[in-house]
C-alpha cells in the first residue's frame, strides 16, 4: 500500500469528525460565493434597473409620481393591473439621469444637453427631448428599490456571519480530527518501536529513531491540520467558483478551466524535483539528530579528548549540506508559488480585458454591469485557492515524504505483545549445540551446551569477545540462534512469546539504565503487581538503604535522566533492586560489580548468598573472585567453551582459568602494595 492510501485509511478512523468539518466548509463556501450573486442583483436589479422601461399607470405599490402622473418599471408591472400606458425611459449620461418621455429603439454611445439626449451606434444615431432629473426626483424613482436592496444588503451580512461561524467551526474541528490523526500515528509508531527486535536498532542511531517519532510525525500533523485542510478548502472554492462562473457566463468560464490543466502540469513538475530535494532534507534532519544524541551522550570523552572541533567541524559539514538543499527548495517554492499564481492571475484579467474591450469596441454589449461585477469578482475569488494550493506543495510534500519514512519504521517486522501469563519456571537452563553470529559467516558461539540446574548460579568467564554477553543475549531472545536448541524447563524458548518467556527473568547490566522520575518507580518501573513494601523491601535486600540513606528524599529522590545525579554505586544497587522485585525464576548478572567499589559490591555479595536461593543465576564475571562459590564455571573462548567446572576443580586443572586467576590475583596484589 503506498503513502497516501496508508495516510487515508488513517484519516478513515476520524471519518465523522473529517466528514462534519467538510460538510461546514461546504456550506460555509456556499454561503460566501453567494455573495456576489446578491451583489449582482443588486446592481443590476434595484441600481441599474432603473433604466428598464417604465409606463405611465394609475397609483399603486411601486408607481412613482413625476409631473402629476403614475409610472412603474416594467419587471414591477403585474398581471391584473390593468392597462399600462405609454413606455417611457429613464437614462444615465456621466452621472446625471435624463428623463426621456418616449421609449428608445437602440443603445449605444450617449450624450447630452439640458433639452436633449443623443445616442450613438456605429453609423447609426437617435435623437430624444430628455428633461434632466433633479435629484429629489431621481431619488423618488429608487425609492421603490430601497426595501429590496435594504433586504439584500441585510442577507449578504447574515451570510458573512455564518460563513465565518463555520469556517470558525471546520477549522476546529479539522485541526481536532489532525490532532486525534497523529495522536494515534504517535502511539501506534512508539508501540511498534516496542515491538521491534535489538537487532533493528544495532545499525540505527537512537537520534534518527527519535527524529521519526518527533520530527517526522509533526509534518503529518502539518499535512492534517493544514496542508488537507487548504486543499480540501481550495477544491470545494474552485468547484463553487466555477459553478458561478458557468451560471454567469458559459463562454468565459471555458476559458477560465483552462487554468487548471496549466496548473496541474505545473505542480506535476513541482513536484517530480520536491520529492527529491525532501528525502535527502529529512535524511539530512535525521542524521543531524543523531549526531547531536550521540555528541550530548558522548560529551565527556568529546571534552576530555579535546575533540570539539572535530564535532564541530562534522556537524557544520551536515548542517551546510542541510542549508544548501534547503535554498534549492526555496528557489522552487519561490518560483511556483508565487510566480505561477501571478502568471495565470495576469493572463486571465488580460484576456478579460481583451474579451470585454474588443466587445465594446465593436459596439456589442456582452453582460450587464451586474454581472461584469460579479464576473470579476470571481475571478479575483478563483486564484486564492489556487495561491493556497501552491502555497502548501511545499507542507505537502514534506508530509509526505516524512509519512513515507514512518511507514517505513511501521513496515519493518516486529513481534506482537502477548497478553497473559505462564506459570513461575523452576529454572532449568539448557543449551544444547548453539551457534550464533551477529554477522553471516562470523560466529561469536561455536557449538555451545551446557546445563544450569534450578537455584544453580553459573559463572561465564573468559576474554572480551569471548561470547559471554552473547549467551546471555540468545536466552532472553534478542537474537535468534542459527543452529541448535535453548530449552527453560524443556521448553524450546523459539516456541514461546518473548514477553511470556521474560516474565520470570530479570537483568542487571554493567552500566545500569535508569529512567527520569524517582528511585522507588525506577525499581518497580511503575509496574502494577510491584507494591511500595515490595519495592522497599527490594532495596533494603541489596542494602542500598545504606548508600541511599544521606539522599534528602530517600527512596523518592528524584532521578534525572540516566540517573546522571547517583553515583555509580547507587545507580546499580537501583539496578539490582529492580530485579529483585521482580521475583525471577532466572536471574542475569553481567558484570554487574565490574564498576562497584569494593565495599558497595561486598554489600551486594552479602544479600545474593540469601537471594540467589531458588533461582538460576547466571553470572558474567569480570573479577573472578566474585564467583568463587559458583555451582559451574564456563571458560569461553573464541565463541566455544574450553573449561567447566567449579572453582577448586578449574584452579587444580591449571588451566586457562587457572592462568587467568593467577594474572588478576597478582595485579591486586601489586595495586594493594602501591
Known amino acids: 500500500m503506498n503513502t497516501g492510501k496508508r495516510l487515508f485509511h488513517i484519516a478513515l478512523q476520524f471519518k465523522k469528525t473529517i466528514l462534519l468539518a467538510l460538510l461546514m466548509l461546504s456550506v460555509a463556501v456556499a454561503a460566501e460565493l453567494t455573495g456576489p450573486f446578491l451583489a449582482k442583483k443588486m446592481i443590476d436589479t434595484h441600481i441599474m434597473g432603473i433604466e428598464l422601461p417604465w409606463y405611465e399607470t394609475a397609483e399603486q405599490p411601486f408607481a412613482v409620481a413625476y409631473q402629476d402622473r403614475w409610472y412603474t418599471r416594467q419587471d414591477h408591472v403585474q398581471e391584473g393591473d390593468g392597462e399600462t400606458g405609454k413606455e417611457v425611459r429613464i437614462l444615465q449620461v456621466g452621472r446625471s439621469y435624463y428623463f426621456v418621455d418616449q421609449p428608445i429603439t437602440f443603445d449605444g454611445e450617449r450624450t447630452a444637453t439640458d433639452t436633449e439626449l443623443t445616442i450613438v451606434k456605429g453609423s447609426e444615431q437617435a435623437v430624444y427631448p430628455a428633461v434632466k432629473l433633479s435629484v429629489s426626483e431621481l431619488f423618488a424613482f429608487f425609492r421603490p428599490e430601497t426595501k429590496g436592496l435594504l433586504v439584500l444588503a441585510a442577507f449578504y451580512g447574515g451570510l458573512l456571519v455564518i460563513a465565518s461561524v463555520l469556517h470558525y467551526g471546520q477549522k476546529f474541528t479539522l485541526q481536532k480530527a489532525a490532532n486525534l490523526v ?44 493544514n496542508v488537507l485542510a487548504s486543499f480540501f478548502t481550495s477544491a470545494i472554492y474552485l468547484i463553487g467558483i466555477f459553478t458561478a462562473l458557468f451560471l454567469l457566463d458559459t463562454r468565459l468560464a471555458l476559458v477560465c478551466l483552462l487554468i487548471l490543466p496549466m496548473m496541474f502540469v505545473w505542480i506535476a513538475v513541482y513536484r517530480k524535483f520536491a520529492t527529491r530535494f525532501n528525502f535527502v532534507i529529512r535524511t539530512l534532519i535525521s542524521d543531524i539528530n543523531g549526531m547531536i544524541n550521540e555528541s550530548i551522550q558522548g560529551i565527556p570523552i568529546i571534552q576530555a579528548f579535546r575533540k570539539e572541533k572535530e564535532a564541530m567541524r562534522e556537524f557544520a559539514g551536515l548542517n551546510d ?53 460579479a464576473f470579476v469578482d470571481y475571478l479575483t475569488r478563483l486564484f486564492q485557492p489556487i495561491r493556497q494550493i501552491m502555497n502548501q506543495l511545499a507542507n505537502f510534500e514534506q508530509a509526505r515524504v516524512a509519512a513515507h519514512r514512518v511507514f517505513e519504521l511501521l513496515n519493518e517486522p516486529g513481534t506482537d505483545v502477548e497478553t497473559g501469563s505462564v506459570p513461575r519456571f523452576t529454572g532449568k537452563v539448557s543449551f544444547e549445540n548453539v551457534t550464533f553470529a551477529y554477522q553471516k559467516d562470523q560466529a561469536v558461539l561455536k557449538d555451545i551446551s551446557f546445563e544450569a540446574m534450578p537455584g544453580e548460579t553459573v ?12 549467551i546471555i543475549n540468545l536466552l532472553f531472545r534478542f537474537y535468534e540462534i542459527e543452529q541448535g536448541t535453548i530449552r527453560i524447563d524443556g521448553q524450546d524458548i523459539s516456541r514461546l512469546p518473548k514477553q511470556h ?10 552500566d545500569p539504565f535508569l529512567f527520569t522520575g524517582t528511585i522507588a518507580t525506577n525499581v518497580s518501573l511503575n509496574h502494577p503487581d510491584i507494591s511500595r513494601e515490595r519495592v522497599e523491601q527490594a532495596l533494603q535486600a541489596v542494602g542500598a538503604d545504606q548508600l541511599l540513606h544521606t539522599l534528602p528524599k530517600g527512596f523518592d529522590e528524584p532521578v534525572l535522566e540516566k540517573g546522571s545525579t547517583l553515583s555509580a554505586g547507587q545507580r546499580q544497587l537501583i539496578s539490582f533492586a529492580r530485579a529483585l522485585a521482580f521475583d525471577p525464576a532466572i536471574l542475569i548478572l553481567d558484570e554487574a560489580t565490574a564498576s562497584i567499589d569494593t565495599q558497595t559490591e561486598s554489600v551486594i555479595q552479602q544479600a545474593l548468598e540469601v537471594l540467589k536461593k531458588g533461582r538460576t543465576t547466571f553470572i558474567i564475571a569480570h573479577r573472578l573472585s566474585t564467583i568463587k562459590n559458583a555451582d559451574r564455571i564456563l571458560v569461553l573462548d573464541r565463541g566455544r567453551i574450553v573449561e567447566r567446572g567449579r572453582h577448586e576443580e578449574l584452579m587444580e586443572l591449571g588451566g586457562r582459568y587457572y592462568q587467568m586467576y593467577q594474572l588478576q590475583q597478582r595485579k591486586s596484589s601489586v595495586a594493594s602494595i602501591g
Open 182 to 225: 497523529i495522536r494515534k500515528l504517535r502511539i501506534d509508531v512508539f508501540a511498534h518501536i516496542q515491538r521491534l527486535p535489538v537487532t533493528y536498532f544495532d545499525h540505527l542511531p537512537a537520534g534518527k529513531v527519535v527524529a521519526r517519532v518527533t520530527n517526522d510525525t509533526e509534518a503529518i500533523r502539518e499535512l492534517f491540520a
Open 321 to 373: 549540506d542541510l542549508f544548501a538543499y534547503q535554498n534549492k527548495m526555496l528557489r522552487l517554492n519561490a518560483t511556483v508559488s508565487f510566480n505561477l499564481v501571478m502568471l495565470l492571475s495576469n493572463l486571465s484579467f488580460v484576456c478579460f480585458i481583451w474579451y470585454t474591450g474588443w466587445a465594446s469596441l465593436t459596439g456589442g454589449n456582452l453582460f450587464t454591469l451586474g454581472v461584469m461585477y
Open 459 to 470: 559463572a561465564l568467564v573468559g576474554h572480551t569477545g569471548s561470547g559471554k554477553s552473547s
Open 501 to 510: 518467556l521474560r516474565q520470570h527473568m530479570a537483568i542487571v547490566l554493567q
